[in-house]
């Protein structure tokens, strides 16, 4: 899916993703955020820890591909949140 395909997604399901705040345009070393931006034409999915800095999870050409992965990595948080 598209980035803006994504975004609309993640409001109309309302995807619980607990303490993490959730970033699509840059790259951040923020704590608490998980997020996929691209840089040099390569999307980028990553996460903050709560000291923050960044650890790439995945790097990818396609954005559709980048954000259907994320979005899954999303759904599954919030399938493991939901259960708890």
Known sequence: ??????????????????????????????????????????WKIYETKQRGGHTIIKELADEYAAFDYFYQLLLSRHNYLIQS
């Open 1 to 42: 899916m598209s980035k803006n395909e994504f975004q609309k997604k993640l409001k109309t399901e309302k995807i619980n993703t607990g303490e993490y705040i959730i970033v699509v345009d840059y790259l951040t070393d923020e704590p608490l955020v998980m997020g996929c931006t691209q840089q040099n034409e390569v």
